[in-house]
Each structure stands twice: as structure tokens, then as C-alpha cells.
């Protein structure tokens, strides 16, 4: 049963994967545009249209918004080159969300997979904006350098924003390691809810940044 379950999600995951935005089945429905956001109610700013129908929550399920995070950091990534380091926090949360389901190792095997398959080569520098204590995250304020997706069990939560600000309270130890790239747990401080990031997905912020944060919050 296991097996088949893996199996399942595994074609699931791979077809949501290579499918253009604009033949998804959400996007025929408008709940995404032709970029894989989420289109929003008529004159709001946040508010995403609701899913009323079982086939508008059959086309947007939690499989789907996270999958549709790894495209939309592909669409991001110029030419047929790819840091590994980018699609770590999206690959964890699929782990941590079906974890109870699938072989945690389905999803970076077959992500690779996919990968060797339509020849994207893989650029293994380091780009980290962020210095490691003795393998761990240093207390202190971070801006995000890319969109989190962070509610793993809501497919209408919104995501942790490029530029918003994330804080680690003491130094933190990672929470996994995927595709070979440490994932530490932040707090981010619009929701004061806990993410996942790689040190690539943030960057220390300035001396004028943090003063400006500081004197707002006292």
C-alpha cells in the first residue's frame, strides 16, 4: 500500500511539474494566473478568490501551491543552469507535509531526476549571505532574498514575501538537510509565524535596516 501511495504522489508531483501554468487546471478555473499566483478577490489586495467547488479544491490542493513554488523559482533561474540551494525550503516542506505518506526520499530523488532528464545543469557554488557559527544561525534580524511559502496545511495561506523580515532569537541549530543544503526554523515577523529557510534564501540586514526595526517595535 506504501508503495503504490508513493507511486501516486510521485506521478502527481511530476506532472504538476512539468505542466505550463497556463494548462493547469487552475488556472482554467482562475484561481492562479499565467505566472502560478494566486489571483485575488475583485478589490482586495490579499485576499484570494475563494475556492467554492470540489473541483476548485481538487485543482489547489497543498501538493499543488507547493510544487507551484518550485516553478515559479524555476521560471526565475535564466537558461538551463540551477542552484541546488533555491529549491531546498520548497522541497522541505513537501517532505514535512506528506512525511506520514511518502518516502521522504521520493521527493529529492525524483527532483533530481527530473532535473538529469531535460539536461539542467546543476551549479553547485555557494552563494550563502549568511555566515554559520559553528553550524548554526546566528541570533539577529534576516531579509528574505526569496518567497517562502510557509502554511503548509492551508493551500490559501499566503507566502513569506521577498524582502520581509525574518528573526532568529538564539542561535539555531538546522532543522534537515535537503539536496545537501542545511534548513534552519525563523520566525517571520509580519505573521510572527515559523518558516523554513536555507541560508541562500536570506541575507543579514544592514546597520540602518535594523536601527529602523528597532525603533519601531520600541
Not at 482554467?28 to 470540489?54: F, H, Q, S, V, W
Request: hydrophobic letters at 40%; a negative charge.
Amino acid at each position: 500500500m506504501g508503495r503504490a501511495i508513493d507511486l501516486f504522489v510521485t506521478y502527481r508531483f511530476l506532472k504538476i511539474l512539468v505542466t505550463p501554468f497556463e494548462k493547469q487546471e487552475a488556472y482554467k478555473l482562475g484561481i492562479i494566473d499565467k505566472d502560478g499566483n494566486r489571483t485575488l478577490e475583485p478589490g482586495t489586495t490579499n485576499k484570494p478568490t475563494y475556492l467554492g467547488t470540489a473541483k476548485e479544491k481538487n485543482a489547489y490542493t497543498v501538493l499543488h501551491k507547493l510544487v507551484f513554488n518550485i516553478k515559479k523559482i524555476f521560471a526565475k533561474v535564466p537558461g538551463l543552469r540551477t542552484k541546488l540551494g533555491s529549491y531546498a525550503a520548497a522541497l522541505f516542506l513537501l517532505k514535512d507535509t506528506f512525511k506520514e505518506d511518502v518516502d521522504p526520499k521520493m521527493w529529492e530523488q525524483e527532483f533530481m531526476k527530473y532535473l538529469k532528464e531535460n539536461n539542467i545543469e546543476l551549479d553547485n557554488t555557494i552563494s550563502e549571505e549568511v555566515t554559520l557559527e559553528d553550524g548554526k544561525l546566528p541570533k539577529g534580524i534576516y531579509k528574505l532574498v526569496n518567497d517562502i511559502t510557509f502554511d503548509k496545511e492551508d493551500a490559501d495561506s499566503p507566502d513569506a514575501l521577498e524582502g520581509d523580515e525574518v528573526q532568529v532569537f538564539e542561535p539555531v541549530a538546522p532543522t534537515d538537510t535537503v539536496l545537501g543544503v542545511e534548513i534552519f526554523p525563523v520566525i517571520h515577523i509580519p505573521t510572527q509565524s515559523k518558516i523554513f529557510v536555507s541560508a541562500e534564501d536570506i541575507t543579514e540586514v544592514g546597520i540602518e535596516d535594523l536601527e529602523l526595526w528597532q525603533n519601531l517595535v520600541t
